[in-house]
């Protein structure tokens, strides 16, 4: 530790940390622009410009480093001159046009520029103008705006891990831009427009839609994959105008995902259902709550002599309250046909019990693994902010290795696992070399030989002290999903290396701890493969959401009667429901998502509902009451809450799993699912249909 005097207050810091970090911690004001506190020191802003008594000129606070008795001037006559100069020189090409660039209000420049700017300006040639590059349908560009700060730059390189923008030419000819007009297809991409001080980057979507002192801030928790990232949704009147991060260190620390910042869109669209329907001698109708909730309980009772033909099915971003009161209403009235799992196709291991999907590692630690193998995972369009920590682990010298049925574009370097038998087997090879390396019977693996290359992957997940293996969606919408599950748990075992099964909506481990699941009854596969008579489906749309959309639509359409909670109304589900239900977003409602490390995150509602939409769980308490469920007398959502707070996730011991191996490869019959597809908000964002991303085929591609 050493002792540095700022601006006369004496302030106790690392050898080496940089000036302009102690300040920061020290709340004193340093100005600047190219300087961000996760990036690399890029020092060619020159606007934290500060006087280092015993230097012969200022110095940029953001590369000089602090050492013991340094003593510093930030408001010295000599570093206000040298500011002031800056802030001239930064203004000398900038357009003075701020009433209508759509940064106004919350520009880095234009809050500087009132400290340290003049009110005259001294230089009178033509100003430099730069030409916009198109960028995609996320990011507005204005480049004649560029201050050259290169924060994008350094984004793309040090983040993204996609050199997506560069610079071209020098001095004051230098231009930021993107290679040959190519869009740019990263999916944290949206971060730039945070990160860039000046209206040079902009949110295409929100552009001109309001003006920053116009919005209202609400803390929000991102609903659309199990990170949690913490959010601040901002709102004019009642409507939801942007999404942004929020900053925290052990999660998201200040980055989103695309899929989170542009899918309020999909809020906001014109297919959102806001009046209560049902459907009478074959017409809909719009109807009041009171006849519509009479008419979905009556069509239920109907069938209910035989509720062992009915089927409850929700998406797994529904929020805890409304898993746990959907579960709570279907199994008080004898329904125990009940699942959240609908891409999923094989369910062997049900037969020994649940296993509640998980992250055993807290986020922080997955940046300190030393090897990885991805199983079955395209992770950077799964889950982007996780993707982000293992690129960060890969920099410090971890190995990533990755088992996958066909080859997908990294943001890091990974070795990739190969074999032409596929997955199945390439895991059964390791698996075998794991076992004879420990000195383990495995007599299960009898008949499987191991080459080279797996022995040296068992050998790395032996060797390495702290390893882990995750399993992503193409291992879990795998047909030999249950022998994918005990292959890892024996590589598990056997190495040393934690198994996690990675959640990947925002609330399955939510769906686990409130038991959302067909404890005794039939799975979501068994449910569309006909026979049923009824379906209440909650935040879902069954053509869209399985993975066998044509079957799970006809399922509907062949039932009896299909109650459809749900924010959005479509063609599709006019052609099979009998009652739409219209459910608030996650914008719209109070709730709470369980991330993939198990922790419960509350949130509040940020705009009342559309219309005269309601919030799934008070329908669903009402409904409850309607059926004579005992249990349902809630009056606030945390009190359903308090009834499922101390549950416990399940887990089974994966390696008693009763399989066989497979006779072939069925890597072909394997799904990816765009991460734009994943669900019904995402659906309705044209700015995210409108990327690469939206397509399997295009995905990850500019």
Known sequence: ??????????????????????????????????YHKKLSIAANCRMCLVEVEGAWKPLPACATPVTDGMKVHTKSAKA??????????????????????????????????MDYGDDVSRYSEAKRVVSDREAGSLIKTDMTRCIHCTRCVRFGQEVAGMMELGAT???????????????????????????????????KPFRYTARSWELKAHKAIAAHDSIGSHITVHTKGNDVKRVVPRENEAIN????????????????????????????????????????????????????????????????????????????????L??????????????????????????????????????????????RKELPILNHRIRKAVQAGAQALVINPAQYDFNYKVTEVTSDSGMVFTLAG?????????????????????????????????DTENASIMLGQLAQNHADYTVIQKLTAIISEATGAKLN???LSANEVGAHLVGFLPLVGK?????????????????????????????????????????????????????????????????????????????????????????????AWKILRVLGNMFDVDGFDYIHSNEVLSEVLDNVASKINFTELACELPQSNNDGDVRMVSPYQIDAIVRRSPSLQATPDANVETMGRG
């Open 523 to 615: 799975n979501s596969a068994q449910m569309i493969s006909g026979g049923m008579q009824a379906f209440i489906n909650m935040n879902i749309e069954p053509e869209a959401d399985f993975t066998n959309g044509d079957a799970a639509l006809t399922a509907m359409q062949n039932a009896n009667f299909v109650v459809n909670l749900t924010a959005f109304d479509s063609e599709n589900q006019r052609s099979y429901a009998d009652v739409m239900l219209p459910i608030a977003t996650f914008t719209e409602t109070a709730g709470t998502f369980v991330n993939a490390n198990g922790t419960k995150q509350s949130f509040k509602m940020t705009v009342e509902p559309k219309g005269d939409a309601k919030a």
């Open 1 to 34: 530790m050493v002792k540095v005097e700022i601006n006369g207050q004496v302030i106790e810091a690392h050898e080496g940390d940089m000036l302009i970090d102690v300040a920061d911690d020290a709340q004193i004001a340093i100005p600047r622009f190219c």
């Open 253 to 332: 620390e200040v980055w989103i995902s695309d899929r989170d910042r542009f899918s309020y869109e999909g809020v906001n669209c014109e297919s959102r259902l806001t009046q209560p329907m049902i459907k009478q001698n074959g017409e809909w109708k719009a109807t009041d709550w009171e006849t519509a909730l009479e008419f979905a309980v009556s069509g239920l009772q109907n069938v209910l002599t035989n509720s062992q033909d009915i089927g409850v099915l929700a998406s797994a971003n529904s929020t805890l309250e409304e898993l746990h009161l959907l579960q709570k209403m279907a199994r008080g």
């Open 169 to 203: 030419g020098r001095s004051e000819w230098m231009e930021i831009g993107t290679y040959i007009e190519k869009s740019i297809t990263s999916e944290m991409s949206g971060n730039m427009i945070d990160l860039c001080p000046v209206g040079a980057l902009t949110s």
């Open 80 to 113: 206000i001159a040298a500011q002031k100069s800056v802030m001239e020189f930064l203004l000398i090409n900038h357009p003075l046009d701020c009433p209508i660039c759509d940064q106004g209000g919350e520009c880095e420049l234009q809050d500087v520029a």
């Open 501 to 503: 099964v990675l959640p």
């Open 430 to 462: 390791i698996a075998k070399a794991a076992c004879e390396i420990k000195g383990i019977d495995q007599a299960w693996l009898n008949t499987v030989s191991a080459n080279e290359e797996q022995k040296q992957v068992a050998q790395s997940l032996i």
């Open 334 to 379: 004898g329904i125990n046909n009940i699942d959240y799992r609908h891409r999923q196709v094989d369910f062997k291991s049900d037969s020994v019990g649940f296993n509640a999907p998980s992250l055993e590692h807290s986020l922080n630690e997955v940046e300190k693994l030393k090897t990885v193998l991805l199983v079955g995972s395209y992770l």
